[in-house]
């Protein structure tokens, strides 16, 4: 597996538990949005920052995503 894809689980394990959803939810949530391809193309720009900044990035694509 390459290392954006670790980081995209990594990701998505942490959203899960900051929502407090499913490993499930978060999953489709990502996938259905298209956080999950946001992840592997920001990997080089995301994997440098801290838990804070990645999660309210994520959040903050999903949101825009459901404005769309």
Same mark, same amino acid.
């Given at each position: ?22 490993? !499930?939810?978060? $999953?489709?949530?990502? #996938?259905? %949005? @298209?956080?999950?391809?946001?992840? !592997?193309?920001? $990997?080089?720009?995301? #994997?440098? %920052? @801290? ?18």
């Amino acid at each position: 597996m390459s290392e954006a894809g670790k980081f995209l689980i990594y990701c998505i394990e942490m959203y899960r538990r900051a929502e407090h959803i499913s490993g !499930r939810a978060a $999953y489709e949530l990502f #996938h259905s %949005t @298209g956080a999950d391809e946001y992840v !592997r193309r920001c $990997y080089g720009a995301l #994997h440098t %920052t @801290g838990e804070q900044y990645i999660l309210a990035d994520i959040d903050g694509y999903i949101g825009n995503a459901f404005r769309k």
